[in-house]
């Protein structure tokens, strides 16, 4: 068996590729070497990252995957098969001169800037490096190609700058959970969408067979089974793409914030003698039978955003339960009510997601549905039995163009996801 057999199939891809899209005789300081981060779907727990509350991500079998080679100089070079275009950047000067530099690379190399520039940041000495970048993540389709895209990012420079990566003081690696605030960071600066913790944890923490509950106020982290031969994980990409998402999704964040301050006003008025009330900094501090007494005094639509939060918080802890008890069928029904409330308080749905939503819950054996991700566009998540995925197919194929003028893109994954690098030569 050779060493490159067991890689994720971009990563061998991107490795083929390498001698035929760098083939201009630049010296290279080090053989192969291949980086590579899985995309996610998040089972439950949509929007509750930046309020300190839970998630349930899985990483899954698509990755974004860097394969190239040590340069003895500071430049990086990168080829994308997606977009099939070269861009180039130097490492001198970041974090200092990103902005500059940002402002001149296309969307997706920013992602990477943004990484490099946040390592560079924290004390990294990094070379520069050529790759070719490939991967199997649909872009923009929900299951964070552009996380992936980081990690895979943050794994190719600590695997070029060979041993030189220290951060901190004694020669100390970065735990997973750091790569993934490196990469939340880099996102940030990067695209402006200031994005909780979730899709970067989930690439860098994911492991076959299991999902993860990560609790992202203490950023620790539980993994549990998701183990389901008899079920599917179907992802249906709605085609459309908004460009409103940025701006909404930063609003959301912003109305979060007003409706924590406004419910720690109002508890703390009506329960003097509650000292916990005071210590209220985040959605997930504030209880259900809380938000039942005193949420109607809420306005809208702090009010309807607050109750989505709250009750989505719990919703995945219910489903984290389930898990421990390998019942994964019954996570089916939380999946359906997370929808409604994104659509209706949290109002991040659009008319297609909640096309596909409702299509799914016309058959027999689709367990559940809900928007995934930030929302506005982008993919279902749909919990199906394997024997009705051939019908809900068949269903979504016959009724969603007709009803919305686009066409949807099936595909089913798997709990496989990993992250790593590893020289190849
Ligand atoms: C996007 C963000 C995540 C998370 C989800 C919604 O994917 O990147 O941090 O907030 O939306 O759950």
Request: glycine share 10%.
């Amino acid at each position: 068996m050779s060493e490159t057999a067991f890689l994720p199939q971009p990563a061998r891809d991107a490795l083929e590729l390498f001698p035929i899209a760098m083939r201009d005789g630049v010296k290279y300081a080090s053989g192969m070497g291949v980086a590579w981060a899985a995309g996610r779907v998040n089972l439950i727990g949509e929007h509750t990252d930046y309020n300190d509350g839970f998630v349930l991500p899985i990483a899954i079998d698509r990755v974004v995957a860097f394969a190239g080679r040590a340069r003895s100089d500071n430049i990086v070079r990168l080829w994308s098969t997606h977009f099939q275009k070269y861009a180039q950047f130097s490492l001198e000067e970041l974090p200092g001169i990103f902005e500059q530099q940002r402002s001149t690379l296309p969307p997706w190399v920013r992602y990477v800037l943004g990484v490099i520039a946040e390592l560079i940041h924290a004390g990294a000495v990094l070379c520069g490096f050529d790759a070719v970048v490939h991967g199997d993540v649909p872009v923009g389709g929900g299951m964070s190609s552009s996380a992936a895209l980081e990690v895979a990012a943050a794994q190719a420079c600590m695997l070029f700058s060979n041993g030189q990566f220290t951060i901190g003081t004694e020669g100390a690696t970065l735990t997973p959970m750091e790569v993934a605030a490196v990469c939340q960071r880099a996102e940030h600066m990067a695209s402006g969408v200031l994005c909780g913790i979730l899709d970067q944890a989930a690439s860098c923490l994911g492991r076959p067979g299991d999902a993860i509950l990560l609790d992202c106020r203490s950023l620790e982290y539980r993994y549990l089974p998701f183990d389901a031969p008899d079920l599917s994980l179907v992802v249906i990409d709605t085609g459309v793409r908004r460009e409103l998402a940025a701006s909404a999704y930063n609003e959301r964040r912003r109305q979060c914030k007003e409706a924590v301050q406004m419910l720690r006003e109002i508890i703390v008025q009506h329960e003097p003698e509650n000292q916990s009330a005071l210590a209220i900094r985040a959605l997930r501090d504030v209880t259900l039978e809380q938000f039942a007494r005193y949420g109607h005094r809420l306005p809208d639509p702090w009010r309807r955003r607050a109750g989505y939060v709250i009750a989505e918080d719990a919703r995945v802890l219910q489903a984290a339960r389930v898990l421990e008890e390998g019942a994964i069928e019954k996570v089916g029904p939380l999946l359906w009510k997370s929808h409604i409330g994104l659509r209706d308080e949290y109002e991040v749905s659009c008319i297609e997601l909640d096309t596909l939503v409702e299509i799914a819950r016309q058959v027999p054996g689709a367990l559940g549905a809900r928007m995934l991700g930030g929302g506005f566009g982008g993919s279902t998540i749909n919990l199906v039995r394997n024997e009705a995925v051939e019908a809900l197919q068949r269903m979504v194929t016959r009724e969603y163009p007709a009803r919305t003028g686009q066409q949807a893109k099936i595909d089913t994954c798997k709990a496989v996801g990993g992250t790593g690098n590893r020289w190849v030569t």
